[in-house]
């Protein structure tokens, strides 16, 4: 049997993160060996136990769960809990999981954990990047140790969807975002653009949703809230960023369209802030440092989704 992938997760839980997750649980090419836990769509309190109850609802109580930052680095950011509901999970009251999170912070674990998977380990961030920035500041060497990073952030051509510019996890954080793209040669970026063009049809996500399996049922009751406010504001397509980005790192071959070129993230801008501003002409000389998904089998996409959830 091929050796498994070495997969740590930094994520904010959410109902889009919770989706991702669950395609990560049900792939059999990666191990997962940590979830790194960040502030973003709602606060730390909740990202930390919702990824907690994930595990247990998903029967991967092995996967630990580290606890990160509760802030951005600089500046207070507002939530995205009008989306995901003020607990991220839809409002739906839900008990808390049995078990804990680890007594260690998630930066300092994303260092050991990059130290005990050296050159195997790969780094996903479907969050803002606080930890990751810590992290970076910890120890400069830390890409040196990953062998693949992807995230889930930005808009390639600044069309946002938290601000007219900016996507939400990367206008979040922003100075995070800067010390991460800037700390890190090569970074792949599943971009909010990307999203929009690989939306979900609702008709076919509730019809996935009626899977019998406890994680379907799971994940109808968490993501109903967010379905509808979707539905009333975005028309017949969801859009589930994570899940996408996901489906790009568990199945790469599917990926149609990638493009490499140099990203800054905007910290000054009045408008601008946050904004992900791409070298398209590659004007500036600097080197490619990100590769950008621009086209994904939506056939591949969709059909992880749908096993994440048992729907056969």
């Not at 502030?39 to 630990?64: F, I, M, Q, S, Y």
């Not at 939530?79 to 680890?102: I, M, S």
């Not at 009626?210 to 967010?226: M, V």
Request: glycine letters at 8%; aromatic letters at 8%.
């Amino acid at each position: 049997m091929t050796k498994k992938i070495p997969l740590l997760i930094d994520t904010d839980p959410g109902v889009d993160d919770a989706l991702a997750l669950l395609m990560a649980f049900a792939d059999e090419r990666h191990d997962i060996v940590g979830l790194t836990i960040a502030a973003g769509n709602v606060g730390l309190d909740h990202t930390v136990r919702n990824a907690l109850k994930l595990c247990e609802v998903a029967g991967r109580d092995d996967v630990p769960v580290y606890a990160g930052t509760a802030d951005p680095l600089l500046h207070p950011s507002v939530d995205a809990a009008h989306v995901h509901g003020a607990d991220g999970f839809g409002d739906v009251n839900l008990p808390a999981a049995k078990r804990q999170a680890e007594a260690e912070h998630a930066a300092l674990a994303i260092l050991r954990l990059s130290h005990e998977y050296a050159g195997e380990l790969f780094l996903v961030a479907l969050g803002p990047l606080t930890n990751l920035a810590l992290a970076l500041k910890l120890d400069p060497t830390l890409p040196q140790r990953v062998k693949r990073f992807l995230v889930m952030g930005g808009a390639v051509t600044c069309h946002g969807n938290i601000t007219p510019a900016a996507e939400f996890n990367i206008a979040f954080d922003p100075e995070a975002a800067h010390i991460v793209f800037s700390g890190f040669p090569h970074i792949e970026v599943a971009d909010w653009e990307a999203t929009v063009a690989h939306g979900l049809l609702h008709k076919d996500v509730e019809q996935w949703l009626g899977a019998d399996s406890d994680k379907a049922r799971f994940y109808e009751l968490i993501s109903r809230q967010t379905r509808l406010w979707s539905e009333d504001s975005r028309g017949e397509r969801w859009y589930a960023a994570d899940a996408l980005a996901m489906a790009w790192a568990l199945q790469p071959e599917g990926a149609l369209r990638v493009e490499s070129r140099p990203l800054n993230v905007e910290l000054a801008g009045v408008h601008s802030r946050g904004a992900t501003i791409v070298d398209w002409n590659r004007q500036t000389g600097q080197p490619d440092n990100t590769r950008l998904l621009m086209a994904y089998d939506q056939g591949r996409f969709e059909a992880q989704v749908r096993a994440a959830l048992g729907f056969v």
